[in-house]
């Protein structure tokens, strides 16, 4: 069973003790930056990556942060 977790300003996705896939946030002020999303590709298309962006939008909510997206092209 694939778990998500908050640890140091990022939400984890872990199949046991496998660190399977993370998002990276930074926190400054009320400014929570999304900068990083990374699933191990023999997990693909489970939606793990949705699962660990809600998972850290419910850990802001609790702060009522603006939250920022960056876009690389």
């Known amino acids: 069973m694939i778990e998500i977790l ?3 300003n990022r939400s984890i996705a872990k199949d046991g003790e ?3 896939g993370e998002c990276d946030y ?3 002020g ?3 930056s999304f900068y990083h999303t990374f699933v191990d590709p023999s997990y ?3 939606g793990i990556a949705k699962r660990l962006l809600d998972c ?3 850990e802001a909510k609790k ?3 603006v939250v920022q997206s960056l876009t690389l092209e």
Do not use: F, H, S, T
């Open 26 to 28: 930074k926190i400054n």
């Open 44 to 46: 693909g298309g489970q």
């Open 18 to 20: 496998k660190l399977i």
């Open 30 to 32: 009320d400014i929570w």
């Open 56 to 58: 850290a939008l419910e």
């Open 63 to 65: 702060d009522n942060p």
């Open 6 to 8: 908050i640890e140091n």
